[in-house]
């Protein structure tokens, strides 16, 4: 038997068994200048045969990553020059390759001239440290850089005679840039010799389209960038040649095209050469190459613009591998499609799929990640499974025997997340802690070293990341404050830290402290960040970083954002905020269509409510959410199992529908599973779940429409609980009805009440709220008082005792709002900052652990709130910039950041933000 078979695919060679080398290097000038567009050919050594093929970036460098490059002796030719100094191939010095660690190849050739000039500040200032990158004219190519003096001089050389232009940018703006001479391109012909291009006056100005300033998540793929905006489309920049940017055509675009015919994706995910969206019904398109069935439409042929996967109707998550696709399934499967050469989709077998089949063995799975030849999926109880290539032990299990079946990462039990690169793979656990396996060439682990590791080994120095990311032989991370964290290969820029120097442990990304999501491609990485904008860095040569111009950056270039969230109401697992427009916008769990964007798929990040533009409130209960309208009618969507939407049926919704008899309405307050209005006259009507007698109408029998509260007629204020209705009335005192078995009416009994009964000692509240049996009331002075259920030390008085009439909270004399979640509480303090106690097991305390408290605590990081809202195991505030912020519980996304872990201290929400 042949100990390693060769296969051509699309004209290239590669090696199925062989293990892989890297070769890199840098083609430069005598002068040191790197000389952009060089070919870098490899040939064998005993033969002139062409291997491998490419060309040097804008600084020179070139890597040979995978390719049919597999240890032995090869021969180089860079330009018209053979390594090291040889004019032919005969004559030229053989290059040993090995699998140890990467070979370089380095040159130098004669430049044909330079270009140099002057670059001045509008007030005439020597404008110094402004990149200065020369490109070539017929073709838009960027094939050199350099950067201006102090006193503004720069000299560039081109590397062969032609015509360039010269486009400048400023080091401390990525997005402001302009054309040598002036806003109007100049041609500078070079022959021999030096072309002296004169003073330009450097000014800013964005004349390309920025990436999208209202997106949602961001996929950096082989050579392209997606992102999802909040309207449901897509938009792609960089590499074209597959039609992976789904606009139809094959040009490059190096600004953001909007993909034809998707308006309704709630998930992107980009391949090497091909991009899938995750549709609203759970459908997955997909567009680009299809030389390996990677569009899963049962055909091999390419498409430029979406085409639906074949039999996929349950998604609800995908991702994309070199030359597949895999996506998650409703019940826990996960099928996949597409190259199958290393048995990466898992059937069994290494037979191409052009149509999904189903991964053996796999019906629990969480999350899902596709490596170039490898998968691996997260189980519901936190373990891990991978399959697929295995050459450099990316499965994790130990071996690099490649397996076309799922196969167990030993030693991982507490895994959120995981991700997936070229050769490697890594997790993030639990605890904040990062764990990666597989090919380490470039340090892409994290673990200080390039040796490769076959089994999980910990990333060095990151004990608080909510999100990791796997480029080709990069990988990057986001901590719970937003800070943003890369390691590996950096020959593009890819760290993102200024450099191009590779580093075995993490690095910090300059100047992005406020990422919540993030996605590594080869050799750039993209991140959200909390205005919605995106920012890109690393390489650039096909305007994969969306900044209008093919050029690497090793810093982020950034779009613009939006800001105008005026309220938050946290629910069961999911959270709404009221926009300034009068639109809502919703994200977490949609599993009843409580996000009311007419799905029921769960969202990460916010999406904007149908039909709903005059909203002047919003509250949100277990499974569903109302919004109080402009002219005093509420609407309600989402889970309707007890008339809990007040329409008069039991219907779940996933769009507003209106609740009957409401005209007056002045405020509405959801509960677990029942609904209240305050109207105009002080009176309060409820609606849905009745049997703890919640509505307050005198029984204890569920309505599908809205019924009057018995006694009520000077309401200023009202609150829902779990089971429990209060209201505040007009002169500061407290009534309540409904379920009292922890004494959360506040009347001194535990004997629950179909009607309102007084809340005892209570004459002079503020403001009222009320948790899942507990109630709390601001009183004059800023004191806190809080009464029912304390297990776990909600009520704040420094016990765990349950009290059936109201105590005081410890240590709160400041306080101008509470907010009741479930077992937990918290208060605005005058100045802006926020406390909380209670419960804390998912973080909702946000005091950065998970230690409860039966005294106030602060919340960490927060001042200049103006409003907060506590769910289920979760909080949010409105922050005077109108930027909203979330911590707690997040399995479903209702901190509004992906991925989904929790967050013990407050993250950013994508899409509000200054």
């Given at each position: 038997m042949l100990a390693s078979i060769i296969f051509v695919v699309a004209g290239v060679l590669t090696a199925c068994d062989a293990t892989p080398v890297m070769l890199q290097g840098t083609v430069a000038t005598p002068g040191g200048n790197g000389l952009g567009g060089v070919a870098v050919e490899v040939y064998r050594d005993t033969s002139p045969t062409l291997v491998a093929r490419t060309e040097t970036d804008i600084l020179g460098r070139y890597t040979f990553h995978e390719s049919a490059l597999t240890a032995g002796s090869y021969r180089v030719r860079l330009g018209d020059k053979w390594w090291p100094n040889a004019t032919s191939w005969a004559t030229a010095q053989t290059l040993q390759l090995t699998t140890s660690s990467p070979t370089n190849a380095d040159a130098q050739l004669a430049a044909a001239g330079f270009l140099s000039g002057t670059v001045v500040n509008a007030d005439g200032t020597p404008a110094g440290n402004v990149i200065v990158a020369v490109i070539d004219s017929t073709n838009s190519t960027a094939v050199a850089t350099g950067s201006t003096e102090l006193d503004g001089s720069f000299q560039v050389e081109a590397s062969s005679p032609g015509t360039y232009r010269i486009v400048i940018l400023p080091a401390d703006d990525g997005d402001a840039w302009n054309y040598l001479g002036g806003p109007v391109p100049t041609d500078f012909t070079v022959t021999s010799g030096d072309v002296r291009t004169g003073t330009t006056v450097l000014t800013t100005g964005l004349p390309y389209a920025a990436p999208p300033p209202d997106a949602v998540s961001v996929d950096a793929g082989g050579y392209h960038t997606c992102a999802l905006r909040s309207n449901g489309t897509v938009s792609c920049w960089g590499a074209n040649l597959s039609g992976q940017l789904g606009h139809s055509g094959s040009n490059d675009s190096a600004t953001p095209l909007t993909v034809i015919g998707i308006s309704d994706a709630t998930a992107v995910t980009a391949g090497t050469d091909h991009t899938c969206a995750l549709r609203s019904g759970g459908t997955v398109s997909c567009w680009g190459n299809n030389e390996t069935g990677a569009l899963g439409n049962g055909t091999p042929e390419g498409s430029s613009v979406p085409t639906e996967v074949t039999g996929l109707a349950n998604a609800i998550s995908i991702t994309a591998g070199n030359g597949h696709t895999c996506a998650l399934r409703s019940n826990g499967t996960v099928a996949c499609w597409g190259d199958n050469t290393?048995?990466?989709?898992?059937?069994?077998?290494?037979?191409?799929?052009?149509?999904?089949?189903?991964?053996?063995?796999?019906?629990?799975?969480?999350?899902?990640?596709?490596?170039?030849w490898h998968t691996c999926a997260l189980r519901s109880g936190g373990s891990l499974v991978c399959w697929g290539r295995n050459l450099s032990g990316q499965l994790g299990d130990g071996t690099t025997t490649g397996s076309m079946v799922p196969v167990p990462v030993p030693g991982l039990s507490n895994v959120e997340d995981l991700t997936a690169g070229d050769l490697h793979t890594c997790a993030l656990l639990s605890t904040g802690e990062l764990s990666c396996w597989g090919n380490n060439w470039n340090g892409q682990l994290g673990n200080g070293t390039q040796v490769d590791a076959h089994s999980p080994v910990a990333v060095t120095g990151i004990t608080d990341a909510v999100s990791v990311t796997a480029g080709s032989y990069h990988t990057c991370a986001i901590s719970e404050e937003g800070a943003t964290y890369c390691w590996g290969a950096n020959d593009q820029g890819q760290l993102g830290n200024g450099t191009t120097a590779k580093s075995p442990t993490p690095v910090a990304v300059t100047g992005v402290g406020d990422a919540s999501f993030i996605s590594a491609g080869a050799s750039h990485t993209c991140a959200v960040r909390s205005g919605a904008t995106i920012s890109c860095w690393g390489a650039g040569y096909y305007g994969q970083l969306g900044n209008g111009i093919s050029i690497n950056s090793p810093t982020p270039v950034s779009g613009t954002g939006i800001d105008d969230g005026t309220s938050v109401v946290a629910g069961g697992n999911h959270t709404c905020a009221l926009r300034a427009g009068g639109t809502v916008s919703c994200w977490g769990y949609n599993s009843s269509g409580q996000l009311g964007n007419g799905s029921m798929t769960d969202s990460t990040a916010p999406v904007t409510v149908t039909a709903l533009g005059d909203a002047t409130a919003v509250t949100t209960g277990l499974e569903h959410s109302c919004a109080l309208r402009a002219g005093g009618s509420i609407s309600c969507w989402g889970n309707n199992d007890f008339g809990t939407l007040g329409n008069n049926s039991t219907t779940d919704s996933s769009t507003p529908v209106t609740v009957l008899g409401i005209s007056n309405a002045s405020a509405v307050q959801a509960g677990r599973s029942h609904t209240c209005a305050l109207r105009t006259d002080g009176t309060v009507s409820c609606w849905g779940v009745g049997t703890s007698g919640q509505l307050g109408n005198g029984s204890k029998t569920n309505s599908k429409t809205p019924v009057e509260v018995v006694g009520i007629d000077d309401a200023v204020a009202i609150t829902a609980g779990g089971a429990h209705t209060c209201a505040l009335r007009a002169g500061g005192s407290v009534a309540c009805w409904g379920y009292n078995a922890f004494g959360g009416?506040?009347?001194?009994?535990?004997?629950?009440?179909?009607?309102?009964?007084?809340?005892?000692?209570?004459?002079?509240?503020?403001?009222?709220?009320?948790?899942?049996?507990?109630?709390?009331?601001?009183?004059?002075?800023?004191?806190?008082?809080?009464?029912?259920?304390?297990?776990?030390?909600?009520?704040?008085?420094?016990?765990?005792?349950?009290?059936?009439?109201?105590?005081?909270?410890?240590?709160?004399?400041?306080?101008?709002?509470?907010?009741?979640?479930?077992?937990?509480?918290?208060?605005?303090?005058?100045?802006?900052?926020?406390?909380?106690?209670?419960?804390?097991?998912?973080?909702?305390?946000g005091n950065a652990s998970t230690n409860s408290s039966s005294t106030p605590v602060d919340v960490t990081g927060l001042d200049g709130v103006t409003r907060l809202s506590a769910g289920n195991a979760h909080a949010c505030v409105v922050r005077s910039d109108s930027s909203i912020a979330c911590w707690g519980a997040n399995r479903h996304g209702q901190l509004g950041v992906p991925p989904i872990t929790r967050s013990t201290t407050p993250v950013p929400v994508v899409g509000f933000g200054a």
């Amino acid at each position: 038997m042949l100990a390693s078979i060769i296969f051509v695919v699309a004209g290239v060679l590669t090696a199925c068994d062989a293990t892989p080398v890297m070769l890199q290097g840098t083609v430069a000038t005598p002068g040191g200048n790197g000389l952009g567009g060089v070919a870098v050919e490899v040939y064998r050594d005993t033969s002139p045969t062409l291997v491998a093929r490419t060309e040097t970036d804008i600084l020179g460098r070139y890597t040979f990553h995978e390719s049919a490059l597999t240890a032995g002796s090869y021969r180089v030719r860079l330009g018209d020059k053979w390594w090291p100094n040889a004019t032919s191939w005969a004559t030229a010095q053989t290059l040993q390759l090995t699998t140890s660690s990467p070979t370089n190849a380095d040159a130098q050739l004669a430049a044909a001239g330079f270009l140099s000039g002057t670059v001045v500040n509008a007030d005439g200032t020597p404008a110094g440290n402004v990149i200065v990158a020369v490109i070539d004219s017929t073709n838009s190519t960027a094939v050199a850089t350099g950067s201006t003096e102090l006193d503004g001089s720069f000299q560039v050389e081109a590397s062969s005679p032609g015509t360039y232009r010269i486009v400048i940018l400023p080091a401390d703006d990525g997005d402001a840039w302009n054309y040598l001479g002036g806003p109007v391109p100049t041609d500078f012909t070079v022959t021999s010799g030096d072309v002296r291009t004169g003073t330009t006056v450097l000014t800013t100005g964005l004349p390309y389209a920025a990436p999208p300033p209202d997106a949602v998540s961001v996929d950096a793929g082989g050579y392209h960038t997606c992102a999802l905006r909040s309207n449901g489309t897509v938009s792609c920049w960089g590499a074209n040649l597959s039609g992976q940017l789904g606009h139809s055509g094959s040009n490059d675009s190096a600004t953001p095209l909007t993909v034809i015919g998707i308006s309704d994706a709630t998930a992107v995910t980009a391949g090497t050469d091909h991009t899938c969206a995750l549709r609203s019904g759970g459908t997955v398109s997909c567009w680009g190459n299809n030389e390996t069935g990677a569009l899963g439409n049962g055909t091999p042929e390419g498409s430029s613009v979406p085409t639906e996967v074949t039999g996929l109707a349950n998604a609800i998550s995908i991702t994309a591998g070199n030359g597949h696709t895999c996506a998650l399934r409703s019940n826990g499967t996960v099928a996949c499609w597409g190259d199958n050469t290393f048995g990466e989709l898992g059937d069994g077998t290494t037979t191409l799929r052009t149509a999904p089949v189903t991964v053996v063995g796999l019906t629990d799975a969480v999350a899902v990640a596709a490596g170039a030849w490898h998968t691996c999926a997260l189980r519901s109880g936190g373990s891990l499974v991978c399959w697929g290539r295995n050459l450099s032990g990316q499965l994790g299990d130990g071996t690099t025997t490649g397996s076309m079946v799922p196969v167990p990462v030993p030693g991982l039990s507490n895994v959120e997340d995981l991700t997936a690169g070229d050769l490697h793979t890594c997790a993030l656990l639990s605890t904040g802690e990062l764990s990666c396996w597989g090919n380490n060439w470039n340090g892409q682990l994290g673990n200080g070293t390039q040796v490769d590791a076959h089994s999980p080994v910990a990333v060095t120095g990151i004990t608080d990341a909510v999100s990791v990311t796997a480029g080709s032989y990069h990988t990057c991370a986001i901590s719970e404050e937003g800070a943003t964290y890369c390691w590996g290969a950096n020959d593009q820029g890819q760290l993102g830290n200024g450099t191009t120097a590779k580093s075995p442990t993490p690095v910090a990304v300059t100047g992005v402290g406020d990422a919540s999501f993030i996605s590594a491609g080869a050799s750039h990485t993209c991140a959200v960040r909390s205005g919605a904008t995106i920012s890109c860095w690393g390489a650039g040569y096909y305007g994969q970083l969306g900044n209008g111009i093919s050029i690497n950056s090793p810093t982020p270039v950034s779009g613009t954002g939006i800001d105008d969230g005026t309220s938050v109401v946290a629910g069961g697992n999911h959270t709404c905020a009221l926009r300034a427009g009068g639109t809502v916008s919703c994200w977490g769990y949609n599993s009843s269509g409580q996000l009311g964007n007419g799905s029921m798929t769960d969202s990460t990040a916010p999406v904007t409510v149908t039909a709903l533009g005059d909203a002047t409130a919003v509250t949100t209960g277990l499974e569903h959410s109302c919004a109080l309208r402009a002219g005093g009618s509420i609407s309600c969507w989402g889970n309707n199992d007890f008339g809990t939407l007040g329409n008069n049926s039991t219907t779940d919704s996933s769009t507003p529908v209106t609740v009957l008899g409401i005209s007056n309405a002045s405020a509405v307050q959801a509960g677990r599973s029942h609904t209240c209005a305050l109207r105009t006259d002080g009176t309060v009507s409820c609606w849905g779940v009745g049997t703890s007698g919640q509505l307050g109408n005198g029984s204890k029998t569920n309505s599908k429409t809205p019924v009057e509260v018995v006694g009520i007629d000077d309401a200023v204020a009202i609150t829902a609980g779990g089971a429990h209705t209060c209201a505040l009335r007009a002169g500061g005192s407290v009534a309540c009805w409904g379920y009292n078995a922890f004494g959360g009416l506040g009347n001194g009994s535990t004997t629950s009440s179909p009607t309102p009964v007084p809340v005892t000692g209570i004459e002079d509240a503020v403001s009222i709220d009320a948790g899942a049996h507990h109630t709390c009331a601001v009183r004059p002075g800023g004191l806190v008082s809080c009464w029912g259920s304390n297990l776990n030390g909600q009520l704040g008085d420094g016990y765990r005792t349950d009290s059936h009439s109201p105590v005081q909270v410890s240590g709160v004399a400041d306080a101008t709002a509470v907010s009741a979640g479930e077992s937990f509480t918290c208060a605005v303090r005058t100045g802006g900052a926020v406390s909380c106690w209670g419960h804390n097991g998912f973080g909702q305390l946000g005091n950065a652990s998970t230690n409860s408290s039966s005294t106030p605590v602060d919340v960490t990081g927060l001042d200049g709130v103006t409003r907060l809202s506590a769910g289920n195991a979760h909080a949010c505030v409105v922050r005077s910039d109108s930027s909203i912020a979330c911590w707690g519980a997040n399995r479903h996304g209702q901190l509004g950041v992906p991925p989904i872990t929790r967050s013990t201290t407050p993250v950013p929400v994508v899409g509000f933000g200054a």
